[in-house]
């Protein structure tokens, strides 16, 4: 039998954004969070990732990884079936993220990757020390924080953003002068209602069109 690797009796806090749209806190969900986060960082085959950028590639800021397809540590199998239990839906990934220092960032996006928008659960992990992990409503004004919520997980905190908070409500990781490694696990789900986000995706190419113009990098291909 398997001991616990997640504390399934944490606390949570539901932090209402609006009336359609919440996040859950559970402080300490991993509780061995630091063995964890160095035997991933040790244990798994880490990549930097490109995006290309009106004829560039552009280095992302942070680096992804995967899983194994057996042996992945108890707390990540652990929290994929809790997450199935307390939530009632089938959650996919997780996705890996290590972001290295505080250089290393996401800005405020909505995961439009899923399309359907209107009810979704995205669930986060975090290992590491805590930072900034804003929510800012979508449409707001570029550099506007009088809104912001700022939840700052870390050391195996668990977060759940729900309702619409994908449709409503950007999310992000700001850079700050000084940070320890960090690494993130993403499980989501989508109840594919409603009418589904047609624009592109954070990860989707971006060109000029007909344009000659070549940057200094690569082109593709």
Not at 162 to 180: K, L, Y
Not at 212 to 221: L, M, S
């Amino acid at each position: 039998m398997t001991d616990l690797a997640i504390n399934r009796a944490a606390a949570v806090e539901r932090i209402a954004l609006d009336e359609h749209s919440w996040v859950d806190v559970a402080r300490g969900f991993v509780p061995a969070a630091n063995a964890l986060l160095d035997e991933m960082l040790a244990g798994l085959d880490w990549i930097d990732a490109k995006l290309w950028r009106y004829e560039v590639y552009l280095d992302v800021p942070r680096m992804y990884a995967s899983l194994p397809r057996t042996g992945e540590p108890a707390a990540v199998r652990q929290t994929a079936l809790h997450l199935r239990s307390k939530y009632r839906v089938p959650f996919s990934g997780p996705a890996v993220l290590q972001y290295r220092n505080g250089s290393d960032t996401v800005g405020f996006h909505r995961d439009r990757e899923m399309r359907y928008l209107d009810d979704t659960r995205v669930a986060i992990v975090v290992l590491g020390e805590p930072r900034p992990f804003l929510f800012r409503p979508h449409g707001g004004r570029r550099g506007e924080a009088v809104d912001d919520v700022d939840v700052a997980p870390g050391r195996g905190d668990l977060i759940v953003m729900g309702g619409r908070a994908q449709a409503d409500w950007m999310h992000a990781v700001p850079r700050v002068d000084h940070a320890t490694e960090r690494i993130s696990l993403t499980w989501r789900w989508t109840s594919r209602q409603g009418k589904p986000d047609s624009s592109a995706s954070y990860g989707a190419g971006a060109n000029f069109g007909d344009s000659g113009r070549v940057g200094p990098q690569r082109r593709r291909g």
